[in-house]
């Protein structure tokens, strides 16, 4: 049986997490002078989230400039402003933030741990056979109910794509961890599966969460 | 007793003060410290001396409600009509008609408590007999600002009710009366749509056949239009019609977005710009009659408008009937002396007149309401052509008919049958050798070999040498390429967040890939010239009437030169482009609304460049295709010479449609508002090129007017075309084909090739 | 200007890309290489901070990305840029902007417009046929009409049954398709039509156009190639023999590259194989003047078992198995050809500086193609760690070059999206008995061994290659 309580302490005593933003491409990279060291950052906001997040930096390549955002709520720790104004290979660190976990952050870590995970068996990119995912995009994973057996992934590697069977509890998708053109080791999970027998739990989890868990 | 009058008396001052909107006004203030004073020494009053000063103050304010009546401007007739005390439908149910049931409402258990409708009847006496004549009431509902009604602005369903009971009101051969008391349609997309809705009410509503009488309170642009089209159409004498709610039109002309609001100022010069009033109506020529209300506006407790108006809605039902009777000898002579008691200003009740309609009156009446349309706001746009021009053009039609009939129904029938009669017998005669020959070819199998191969040394030649082959068009390449593929720069798709598509190559897409993103198929806007040269058939184009202009009917400050830097930056003197060319050699008659231009608004020029069009394309036997390369909506500036154009050109579509013809429209970039809500949302065939949008209101007028936000893609051609608004998506690449496709298998009789 | 004053931004990964970097250093030329943050073990890597330096080396999002290559060009100040194969090697458009940008490059490749005009099959079939270059039997354009249709497979049919093939095929393809998609097979004309408005419709569907195109469908064959080589303004075209590539996978990949293609000297064919790879030799250079072909590039050629030779397409880039061809050949005498520095080299706009008959050449080569997959399973690639690579008793061999981006001293993790070639063994035998035996003799020694994360043992093809050995060239 879950402990959520001894989960949710183990969260609550280390509440920041620390992350770097790299450029996603090549280019030349120019800082957002307004934000120093400590300034507030937010997420995309909006009530359908249309609006993008704090600028932090654009990226320059080809004549052709791309924005670099904030993708959460948080606060700037350091910027390397040696960069500025110059060419960055893809992938270079250009800034460090941290953000407080949000209630669904929160959520997701549990879950992780209440879910049954069905992980990647290989190293390759991972796709939903066409029905299931058009109906993830459309209707949202919950409206995914899987059973063992089930053919539920392509799975994408040295150009070849082979299918991919669900085994496991029966149950319906409550959550995704992978993204398209995403490579996944051996052993990530790819889906968090909650057999019908759980789902009371689960609910418990998410009200345990949406009441211990100060709001943003 | 006194009490109470002098409480109707604050009532008055405060509703003076509601529609002058807070102006300073030295009266107000007059009436305002006399009221006061009154107020102060009105406990210590006897009885008498309060009747004395109530009358007396009274006097004051009729005297000070005539002189404001006098200055009232535009933006306050506005605030009257908008005023909670105004009447509203149901005041006129009660009080102008004997009798009435409401229809498919209660309270706010309707599909659209802001539309009303209602059977009802008026009673007139001729002699001692007694007539009870019944009509249809058909009216938005603003329920004296109860929430329920939204303000008397309809939902699609709303006006879908209101259709549904215009074609009971046909069946049932008995008149039509709408009110109009909208500030606009409700800018929802799901099904019906509200553009749709309005679309399919104007195309209906041109043919049904009884007469159609328009009574209007305040006209909010498309939404009035929504039941508008009338063979009489009435005005009240404080209310307005206009394209766009003076707010809305302040909101443009300062270019305010989500910013602070327009000023009152500016607000105020747009409302008298607009010519919104009654007066200014009349004076278009787009209402018929003005009805007088009483100083600053009618208000439930003036029977004696009600009795005006009940008056006025007789006779000008009267006068639609009259207009289409026959002429028999025997009834000309009634007739004659009817209408004269019309004009002497007799009593309406007293009149007998059925309004029964036989088939050949209904025929008549339709054609004048397309008449009556067709002829408006003929001053509103610039016509050089002389009248030898038109004479000539005349006789072309002439020709073009006579040409056609000749080409297509006379020779044509009989062709077929000569051709039905020689392919019967080569069925026969194959049918016949089949049989005779066919246990010898089952003895042999497949021994013989079939006919039709060559010797063998033609043969091999044929497999293995190069043939004759003339590839027309090169595959990838262009007619026409794009100025902005001239620039070296990356450009990146809109979707590669969510769909990983890398930068493009702005020669690469612009030119080769037609401007579609190879990744996700996002269609970035391209000119109107790569769909002129890669659509049709090169050198196909002929343009025609491309002198009628655009001009600037109501003088509206500063848009004479805006109109002069559209023409000078494009080259062309309306939004409009109206053409012949062809489509792998199928002739079309196009008319094309040019982004770039005024953002592609439509106004009296090009209103009448597209029904022009539209009787070319008839005449011709041509498929007629709108090509929207992108249309803001009617050009506000030019007021209802704009607005009107929705039911006018609706109308000629109808007119094109009714007689056979293939009515095709394809949407490109962002195509909005009246265009949509009339003579473009009524074609049955209607697509949209790829990433394009189509909707009713914008994003930024949705969140004005509901206060919520639309979502990501609410207008998305995607969209549009699950709610059943238009009837495909097409990659702008393959728009020649599918155009051509849409040529052969859609469109009734009335086309060339069929 | 001298083309030492260039410098190269090798647009590619392993194997070729070193062999690219490799042929840069030996004409002087100074490099950049790319990496993306997966590859940045990969032996390319290594190897350019060897030869280069840290500064000649790049981390870019992708290979795929044509705007990284760009940047990457400019801020390296790279002159030029090699594509290798794969990738953007055939891609005309990359090839374009690569010299219409405004600082512009040179492509290391045929012109643009070369790449485009053999890079469509149906336009390199009406060139070749203008110039009686033999090609299938069938229509050379898209057919719109169903009785035209059908009179041509009639023929073809008939054309068939009269060369003695007891099951002729045909196949109907969408001629705006392409990547197997729209193409099926009809054994009885009586099934034609049915068949033919199924890929119509289909084409119309997908492609927006009902064009098919008509073609005899030939199952026994030999694939051969010829290797071309032209300089830049296309005055001279030479080729460098021929090579058969006929032993290949159930996914019709190369495995096994043979040069020369046949060998009339030992082996009895049914028909006049020296006359047929003079014919398919002739054939190329002709369609190459025809084109002002200014690069490396390689015909391809099916020949049936009755000889009859057919022209598919032209790959107009370097092959994976160009070295097979260089280990035969003899400039002028010399041998060490390199036939990537020879594209590099006049790419830039060097003279060849040596003619048709300057070339000859000299026994035979074999070219094994050491792959991670599992022959027995539908050749499906195995994914994971190698362990060990090494190849005692053959690595000093003067008569075996290997090709390889997998280091040899530590472990290595294959990655998942690229082209599955570990290593390029090329060997070289005086004649095909000793090429066969050196051959076996290097697979014999080959140690090749990893594992999976959950313990697997790796998969390879070696096994594969041995059997196909003792029968190479045999038709």
Known sequence: ?216 | MEDKRFNQLKERYNYMHDILAGKNNENLRLLASRLEELDSRFPALSARERETAVTSLEDLFNFVEKKIEVELTPMDRVRIVRNPQRICLRDILENVYDNYTEIGSMGEHSPDPAMLIARAYITRRHGKRVFNQSVMVIGHEKGHGEEIRNGGSAQPWGNAKALHYMKVAETENIPIHTYVFTPGAFPVEDTPGAAQQIARNLFEMGNVKVPILAVFSEGGSGGAEAVGLADRRLMLSHGYYSVISPEGGAAIEGNVKRGPRATPELIEKVASDLCITAQDNLRLGYIDRIIQEPNLGARCHHFDFFRLLRQEVLRATDEIVLDVRGMQPFRAMGKRSRRKKIEEGLNMENVRMSWNLSPSAQERLMERRHRKFRGLAGQAFIDPRTKWDLFKQGLNETFWELAGYIRYDLLRKRQQNIANFFGEIRSETSLFIKNQTAPLRRLLGKAIPPLRVKRNGEAEKQLTTLSDWNDGNERGQWSYVSPKAKEDKAVICPNSATHGCLDMWAPDLYGEFAGVCTNCGHHFPMEYQWYLYNMFDAGSIHEFNAEIEARNPLDYEGFDLKLEKAKAATGRKSSCMTFEASIQGINLCVYMLMAPFRGGSVGAAEGEKIILASERASKKRLPLLAYVHGTAGIRIQEGVNGVIQMPRCTMAMRRYIDAGGLYLVLYDTNSYAGPVASFLGCSPYQFGIRSSNVGFAGPGVIQETTGVMPPPHYHSVYKALARGHIQGVWDRREARFNLHQSMLTMGGRNLYYK | MNISDNKVLVANRGEIAIRIVQACRKLGLDFACVHTAEDAHSGHVRLARELGGQGSLYRISSYHDANELMVVADESGATAIHPGYGFFAEDYRFARRVMQRNRGLIFIGPSWRVIRELGDKINTKRLARSLGVPTVPGSDRPIYDEMEAEALAASLFDFQERQGIKKPLVLIKASAGGGGMGIEEVQDIDLFRSVYRRVRNYAARQFKDEGVLIEQRIRDFNHLEVQILADRNAKNIVHFGTRNCSIQSTGLQKRVEIAPGFDPGTITYKFDAQKVLDDITTHSLALARKVKYDSVGTWEWIVTRDGHPYLMEVNTRIQVENGVSAAIARVKGQSGIDLIAEQIRTGLGDPLGYAQDDISFEGMGIEYRIIAEDPDNGFTPWVGRIEEFAWPGTDKEPWLSLHTHVPTDQPYDIPTEFDPNLALGIIWGQDIKQARERGLEFLNNLKLDGQTSSGQRMKTNVEFLKGKTPAILQF
């Open chain 1, 1 to 216: 049986m879950l402990d959520i309580s001894a989960l949710l302490e183990e969260v609550k005593a280390s509440p920041y997490v620390e992350s770097s933003v790299k450029t996603p491409h090549s280019g030349v990279v120019s800082f957002n002078d307004d934000l120093k060291p400590g300034a507030a950052l937010f997420g995309p906001q909006g009530l359908y989230k249309e609006k993008p997040g704090t600028l932090l930096a654009n990226l320059e390549r080809e004549r052709v400039s791309k924005s670099i955002n904030a993708l959460e709520k948080g606060e700037l720790v350091a910027v390397n402003t040696e960069l500025a104004g110059r060419f960055v290979q893809a992938g270079t660190e250009i800034m460090r933030v941290r953000h407080f976990l949000s209630r669904k952050e929160v959520l997701d870590i549990i879950l992780k741990e209440a879910l049954h995970l069905f992980r990647a068996p290989e190293k390759a990119k991972y796709y939903f056979v066409p029905a299931v995912d058009l109906k993830v995009k459309n209707t949202g994973p919950k409206s995914v109910s899987v059973h063992d057996g089930m053919d539920l992934f392509i799975i994408s590697r040295m150009k070849r794509e082979t299918p991919l069977r669900y085994s496991g509890p029966d149950g319906v998708i409550y959550a995704v961890y992978f993204s398209v053109h995403q490579n996944l080791d051996a052993g990530e999970p790819l889906i968090g599966i909650c057999p019908p027998s759980q789902v009371n739990q689960i609910e418990e989890v998410a009200m345990r969460v949406q009441t211990e868990w100060p709001d943003e």
